[in-house]
């Protein structure tokens, strides 16, 4: 089971406030060092007052929302322009999966072999393994209907024991291991009665039991393995970004966003004013891993002087 998540950045990367006056160009920030010009009258600045999740559900589904505010702290009224940069990580992100011991070739839920048929009862059928004693046999340990590949298991025997090791790769961990070792098939593929439960909580473990006396050893070896590492994530089929899409829900806000993702607010904000920019982000793709990070970045341009087409020729508020 994947684990997806959304994550809601309070941070606002980046707020600028532009100020033109005939040909002079001064650029404000939200810091209190604003560079000076003397022939300018007035400031436009603005702020990030607040920013919050609105859902804060801890497992994302299709769609998270956020919001930030925007205040105008400067002495002119400005226009507005916002846009939201997304930031994906699929490191670290936990999964957890139900594995099998069958034999490499296998790729399929129902296909047949010689070396790893199917015992148990409709969709919960497993496989167990047949084991010729003096010989050596080695399998890989997959999960899921095409038993995608996380370890390999190599049986031997000596004298007195058999011997089954098993060891994953990729960052997967052995949380909860079952073997069934006995003379004749196992029936019932309920992991928890194969017996000789295991709690590894490692990459790698060797079990030693007592060796069966018959010639022909049936085998079969369950284990629950989880990963929360930067690995399985990059080996994985979707691993990589999602589609998604961005509507902004606040009022006054351009529907959709420039060629750069910029999003305009064509009315003027006065000083001391607070706009609100609301956005859902839903996520198309119905199979993805990993978090998404949302970051906000706004920026600021007088009113007068027709700065806006100036600073922005490509806005939207025409």
């Known amino acids: ?5 959304l994550l809601i950045s309070l941070l606002t990367i980046t707020i600028i406030g532009l100020i033109i006056a005939g040909s002079s160009l001064a650029y404000f920030t939200d810091k ?19 920013a919050e999740e609105v859902n804060s559900a801890s497992v994302f589904d299709e769609c998270r929302t956020a919001q930030w505010k925007i205040k105008n702290t400067g ?12 930031n994906w990580d699929n490191a670290g992100v936990c999964s957890s999966e139900t594995a099998w011991a069958v034999d490499d070739s296998i790729v399929n839920k129902w296909q047949v072999s010689a070396i790893s048929p199917l015992f148990g009862q409709g969709a919960s059928q497993a496989r167990y393994n047949i084991f010729n004693k003096g010989g050596t046999l080695t399998l890989k340990l997959g999960y899921g209907a095409n038993y995608t590949n996380i370890g390999t298991v190599y049986i031997w025997n000596d004298a007195d024991k058999i011997y089954v090791e098993i060891d994953t790769i990729n960052g997967w961990e052995l949380s909860e291991t079952h073997l069934y070792v006995g003379l004749t098939p196992p029936t019932k593929s309920a992991p928890g009665q194969l017996g000789n439960t ?7 473990y060797t079990y030693e039991l007592p060796l069966p006396s018959g ?25 990589a970004e999602p589609d ?16 750069n993702g910029w999003y305009y607010y064509c009315s003027s904000v006065l000083p001391q004013q607070e706009i609100e920019f609301k956005v859902r982000l839903c996520v ?5 891993e990993g978090n998404l990070e949302l970051y906000f970045e706004a920026e600021a ?4 002087n027709n700065a806006i087409d100036h600073e922005w020729p490509q806005n939207l508020c025409n």
């Not at 089971?1 to 998540?5: V, Y």
């Not at 070896?221 to 691993?239: F, Q």
């Not at 998604?244 to 060629?259: A, F, K, R």
């Not at 341009?301 to 007068?304: A, E, F, I, L």
């Open 1 to 5: 089971m994947i684990k997806k998540s």
């Open 32 to 50: 209190d060092e604003n560079p000076e010009v003397a022939f300018v009258l007035g400031n436009v600045q603005i702020q990030s007052m607040t």
């Open 75 to 86: 002495t002119k009224q400005a226009k507005l322009r916002a846009k939201v940069i997304t």
């Open 198 to 204: 295991r709690e590894p909580n490692s990459t790698s």
């Open 215 to 239: 010639s022909q050893i049936y085998i079969a070896l369950h284990a629950a393995v989880s990963s929360c590492g930067e690995e399985e994530m990059s080996t994985s089929s979707n691993a």
């Open 244 to 259: 998604y899409n961005i509507q902004v829900l606040s009022n006054g806000w351009t529907e959709v966003p420039d060629n």
């Open 284 to 288: 198309t793709d119905e199979d993805w």
């Open 301 to 304: 341009v007088q009113t007068s």
